[in-house]
């Protein structure tokens, strides 16, 4: 089992739906982050949290450390929303490596 | 605007040649990691450095290694580079006050 599961791992929308990605882990944690990769792009980062709520624009991001649960919503989804995203912690052990989640491809049709 | 760069975007090398991949950040970053990015198989990493000279294995080290003689740059080495290490390559250095990583743009690297 690995120690970074996202779901779905592949989501297709209509342009304006409520989109919802969620990451579960199973290892101590000092932060959690969602990033962003665009097809045949680099890698962005979008948040960076460790407990409660991030929100930019259109974009909210929610931890719940008990449950080791953490989610990604996208409101008003739109075209330019689709890529990759994905889920990924810094574990308490190591040089603040990250462990990934195998990521959600995202396609919002319009 | 804090940036990691990486030495190429493409890269096409043969079978058996010494490959180069060279990362830079300007952020005085002490760590820094350099990770391979396959379909099906995620991120996964290679090599990590935690301050100049230093270096620890990732989870997938072989067939390659790392170098790091100055703080912003940290490089990877391919010493015979196999088809097997066709894939996507990317930089990466982290704030170890808040955690946060950035990511350098990746370099495709195809192996003939």
């Known amino acids: 089992k690995n120690e970074v599961e996202q779901s779905p791992q592949n989501l297709t929308a209509q342009e304006g739906e409520f989109i919802t990605i969620n990451c579960s882990y199973s290892?101590?944690?000092?932060?959690l982050h969602w990033l962003q990769q665009h097809p045949g792009g680099g890698i962005v980062s979008l948040f960076m949290?460790?407990?409660g709520k991030k929100k930019h624009g259109r974009l909210i991001a929610t931890i719940n450390i008990q449950e080791k649960h953490s989610s990604l919503h996208i409101t008003a989804s739109h075209p330019r929303d689709s890529a990759v995203y994905i889920c990924?912690?810094?574990?308490?052990?190591?040089?603040?490596?990250?462990?990934f989640g195998q990521g959600t491809r995202l396609t919002i049709n319009p | 605007d804090v940036k990691v760069t990486q030495s190429s975007r493409y890269l096409v090398k043969r079978t058996g040649e010494k490959v180069f991949l060279e990362c830079v950040q300007d952020?005085?970053?002490?760590?820094m990691f350099w990770y391979r990015q396959d379909p099906g198989l995620g991120l996964r990493l290679i090599y990590f450095?935690?301050?100049?000279?230093?270096?620890e294995k990732g989870d997938i080290p072989e067939g390659y290694s790392v170098s790091r003689e100055k703080k912003e740059r940290f490089s990877l080495i391919l010493e015979s580079a196999s088809t097997n290490q066709t894939s996507m390559y990317l930089c990466?250095?982290?704030?170890?006050?808040?955690?946060?990583?950035?990511f350098g743009p990746g370099t495709r690297l195809t192996v003939t």
């Open positions: 949290l460790s407990s």
């Open positions: 450095s935690y301050d100049v000279k230093m270096k």
């Open positions: 990924a912690v810094t574990s308490l052990q190591g040089a603040q490596k990250l462990v």
């Open positions: 952020m005085d970053h002490e760590n």
């Open positions: 290892v101590g944690i000092s932060a």
């Open positions: 990466a250095s982290i704030n170890q006050e808040n955690y946060e990583q950035y």
